[in-house]
C-alpha cells in the first residue's frame, strides 16, 4: 500500500491510513514532479500525543488551505507524515523513509526539542530543508544550516521567566524541578537559572525527574524543606500535571510556573483544581484579537468541530505557511535554492506574529503568559523580546 495522502482527504481517515501504513515500505508512487511532496515527522500517539496532534491539526489546515487556492507553484501539494509515538528513536527512521523513500522537498516536525534534535542530523545530511514548528532548544537550529524553526528559542524563554518570577510572583527564592531525559528541560532550566541569579534570585534546591515518573513526592518534599517562593517545572504537560497536583497534596502552597511544554488541555484533566496559583509561557493565545488570529480560530474551529488552537496548532500552521511563502518565492523546490529562500523570511505575517528568520535560522517573536482560573487557561501578558 502506497502511505502517500492527498491533503484533501479528512484528518482522521488520513491518520489511519498513515498509521496503517508505518510498516508498509511502499515505492514511492505518482510520476515525480506532479505534486510538491512535504513531510511532518509528529508525536500522533504516546505520552505527548496532545503536541503532535495538535501541531499536525495546523499544519494539515494550512496544506489544505494552500490547495484550495491551487497549491504551489502550479502543483498540488502532497502531505505525507508519519507518527513516532511520541518514542525515542523513531524520528530520525522516520526523517530518512520520507527523504529517500518518498522524497520530500522539506520536512515539518517537531515540537518537542529531543524529536526535533534526532531528525535534524538526517536532514541536513540529506540536504533537505526541516522546519521545526515549536522546538525552542537552541541545538536543534545549531545542527546546520538547513533547519530552523518558526518559534523563539529556550535562551529567550528562560529570561523571560526569571523577570517573570522576580517582577510578577516577587520571588527571590526558586526551586527548579526539571525532567533529566529531554533537552527541552535540561535547557531551560539553565536558561532561566543564569538570568535569575544574575538579577539577585537564589536558586534554592533543583531536583530532577525522568519524563513518564509516576511518583514525585521524594523530590517535591526535598523542595519543600527549602521554603521556595515559587517553584519552575520546565517539563511536559503529562508530568508537570502529576507534578503539580502532588505537590499540592503535600501542602506546598508556592506558585508553580513552567514553559511552552505546559500547554495541552489534558493539563487541566490530569491536575484540575490543582492548577490555581500556576503560570507558563507559550507562544500564542486564541483570545488575541488581531484580526488574522481570529480569521485562524474560525477556520480551525470549523475545520476540528469547534476546537480552539493553541500555541502548537498555530506554529504548526506557521510553519508549513512559512514554507509554502519560501517556496513561491523560490519558484522551485531544488533543495539549495529552497533553503536559501527560507532563510531569507522576512516579516512573513503568521498567525504567531510577523516572522523573521536570523542569521542562526531562529525567529524572535513574543511570548504570552498563560494562568489558569476556575480550571481554565486564561491569557495573563504579552512579553515582547
Ligand atoms: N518548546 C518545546 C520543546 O522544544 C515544545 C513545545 C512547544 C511544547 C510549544 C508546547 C508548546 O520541546
Known sequence: MNKRLAALAPTLAGITLALAACSQSGAPGGAAGETIRIGEFASLTGKEAAFGQSSHKGTQLAIEELNATGGLLGKKIEFIYEDNRSSPGESATIAK????????????????????????????????????????????TETGDYIFRVCFTDPFQGKLLAEFARKTLKAQKVAIFSDVAAPYSVGLA????????????????EEKYTGGDKDFKAQLTA???????????????????????????????????GGDGWEAPELIQIAGGALEE?????HFSPENSDPAVQKFVAAFKARYNGETPDAMAALGYDSAMVLADAIRRAGTTESGK????????????????????????????????????????KY??????
Open 190 to 205: 539553565q536558561y532561566f537559572r543564569e538570568p535569575f541569579v544574575a538579577g539577585g534570585g537564589r536558586v534554592a534546591a
Open 338 to 377: 529552497l533553503r536559501d529562500a527560507i532563510a531569507a523570511t522576512n516579516g512573513f505575517a503568521g498567525v504567531t506574529g510577523a516572522t523573521t528568520l536570523d542569521a542562526q535560522r531562529n525567529a524572535t517573536k513574543p511570548a504570552v503568559i498563560i494562568t489558569v482560573k476556575d480550571g481554565q487557561f
Open 278 to 282: 500556576t503560570y507558563y509561557s507559550t
Open 97 to 140: 523513509k520520507l527523504i529517500t523513500r518518498d522524497r520530500v522537498v522539506a520536512l515539518l516536525g517537531e515540537v518537542a526539542s529531543g524529536r526535533s534534535l534526532e531528525a535534524a542530523p538526517i536532514a541536513q545530511a540529506n540536504k533537505v530543508p526541516m522546519i521545526s514548528p515549536s522546538s525552542t532548544n537552541p541545538k536543534v
Open 223 to 257: 523542595i519543600k524543606a527549602q521554603h521556595p517562593d515559587a517553584i519552575l517545572v520546565p517539563g511536559y504537560y503529562t508530568d508537570v500535571g502529576l507534578i503539580v497536583a502532588q505537590a499540592r497534596q503535600l501542602g506546598i502552597t508556592a506558585p508553580m510556573f
Open 380 to 385: 495573563l501578558e504579552t512579553v515582547t523580546p
